[in-house]
């Protein structure tokens, strides 16, 4: 087996992984998922590896996710580098409803190809085949550095609908709050703790004047310049933030669907602080997991209906 490819075909119970007294994850039942990881690693700010989420870690951490009902079958959860981008463009040609095919993409890319082969004639393939896979019904679900665009990912944005430019502060201090700016949205909501609500207004991103549930996420990676491209179509903002940097009005995530795809895209910035992004018990690996839930499920049309959909409160 490549090192770098992580390959796993069933899940297990690890209770040792999980923090004290932290609840675990919880999702509605669904049917069982295939999942397709691509990803990278980068580092500015010299975090250690325990706190730096990096590739392997996604997968690592889905795996110990009894809720999130992975398939039994070969491959299900297969996590592939970005400098191996065409096994996973291969697999996207596979339609999300062939037992072989997958059902959600989580990207965690933060760069293109670099190995020197073709590197840009192959991250355009790709691109080509997350455009035909959300043809088809398939999800895709953009985790924190997916969204930040580098040398050669300018398609890949257009079609995420977004892109972070420039500097990413590490902030220790306050951190960034996660503000839900969407009402009972499930990605947003189900099971996702809000000990506070804060006044907030974002008319330029859809965002009217109200009092927003949130939760705070210190320490954290801020992306300042995180924005919708000009003129993207489809979307709307699901998270926020409220820190003062460049302005005081910050996307965070959001949902974009097009009359084109059967398939939905959900970008979710927060994600650089290992123990927050995948912890155990904690919101943001809640939303992760709620993402892929609700990216799986799209193409059925019914994802809202599911039994066990649980509404968002104070914690």
Same mark, same amino acid.
Request: proline residues 8%.
């Given at each position: 087996?490549?090192?770098?490819?992580?390959?796993?075909?069933?899940?297990?119970?690890?209770?040792?992984? /999980?923090?004290?007294?932290?609840?675990?994850?919880?999702?509605?039942?669904?049917?069982?998922?295939?999942?397709?990881?691509?990803?990278?690693?980068?580092?500015?700010?010299?975090?250690?590896?325990?706190?730096?989420?990096?590739?392997?870690?996604?997968?690592?951490?889905?795996?110990? !996710?009894?809720?999130?009902?992975?398939?039994?079958?070969?491959?299900?959860?297969?996590?592939?580098?970005?400098?191996?981008?065409?096994?996973?463009?291969?697999? =996207?040609?596979?339609?999300?409803?062939?037992?072989?095919?997958?059902?959600?993409?989580?990207?965690?890319?933060?760069?293109?190809?670099?190995?020197?082969?073709?590197?840009?004639?192959?991250?355009?393939?790709?691109?080509?085949?997350?455009?035909?896979? /959300?043809?088809?019904?398939?999800?895709?679900?953009?985790?924190?550095?997916?969204?930040?665009? !580098?040398?050669?990912?300018?398609?890949?944005? @257009?079609?995420?609908?977004?892109?972070?430019? *420039?500097?990413?502060?590490?902030?220790?201090?306050? *951190?960034?709050?996660?503000?839900?700016?969407?009402?009972?949205?499930?990605?947003?909501?189900?099971?996702?703790?809000?000990?506070?609500?804060?006044?907030?207004?974002?008319?330029?991103?859809?965002?009217?004047?109200?009092?927003?549930?949130?939760?705070?996420? !210190?320490?954290?990676?801020?992306?300042?310049?995180?924005? =919708?491209?000009?003129?993207?179509?489809?979307?709307?903002? &699901?998270?926020?933030?409220?820190?003062?940097?460049?302005?005081?009005?910050?996307?965070?995530?959001?949902?974009?669907?097009?009359?084109?795809?059967?398939?939905?895209?959900?970008?979710?910035?927060?994600?650089?602080?290992?123990?927050?992004? &995948? *912890?155990?018990?904690?919101?943001?690996?809640?939303?992760?997991?709620?993402?892929?839930?609700?990216?799986?499920?799209?193409?059925?049309?019914?994802?809202?209906?599911? @039994?066990?959909?649980?509404?968002?409160?104070?914690?």
């Amino acid at each position: 087996m490549n090192p770098t490819q992580r390959r796993i075909s069933s899940l297990c119970v690890a209770l040792a992984w /999980l923090a004290p007294m932290a609840p675990a994850q919880t999702l509605p039942a669904h049917a069982p998922l295939r999942i397709l990881v691509v990803s990278d690693e980068v580092n500015p700010h010299g975090l250690p590896p325990e706190q730096l989420t990096q590739p392997g870690d996604i997968s690592a951490a889905l795996a110990k !996710t009894p809720a999130l009902h992975i398939d039994a079958s070969a491959e299900s959860l297969l996590e592939i580098p970005t400098n191996q981008i065409e096994e996973a463009s291969a697999r =996207l040609l596979v339609p999300p409803d062939d037992p072989s095919g997958y059902d959600v993409l989580v990207y965690f890319a933060h760069r293109t190809p670099d190995n020197g082969n073709n590197d840009q004639a192959r991250q355009e393939a790709f691109v080509a085949a997350v455009s035909q896979f /959300l043809v088809a019904g398939g999800g895709v679900v953009s985790f924190h550095h997916g969204i930040y665009e !580098t040398a050669g990912k300018t398609s890949m944005q @257009d079609l995420l609908g977004g892109q972070a430019t *420039g500097a990413v502060p590490w902030n220790t201090q306050s *951190g960034q709050n996660v503000i839900a700016t969407r009402t009972y949205h499930f990605v947003s909501h189900h099971a996702v703790r809000y000990p506070a609500a804060v006044d907030y207004t974002d008319p330029a991103h859809g965002i009217p004047p109200g009092n927003y549930r949130s939760f705070n996420n !210190t320490p954290d990676e801020r992306y300042p310049n995180l924005d =919708l491209r000009p003129g993207a179509s489809g979307i709307e903002t &699901l998270f926020a933030s409220d820190y003062d940097e460049g302005g005081t009005t910050h996307v965070l995530g959001y949902e974009r669907t097009l009359p084109q795809w059967s398939g939905v895209v959900l970008v979710y910035q927060p994600g650089e602080y290992q123990p927050h992004a &995948l *912890g155990a018990g904690d919101n943001n690996y809640q939303i992760l997991l709620n993402a892929i839930v609700y990216a799986a499920n799209f193409r059925s049309g019914d994802w809202i209906y599911i @039994d066990g959909f649980e509404g968002g409160g104070a914690s």
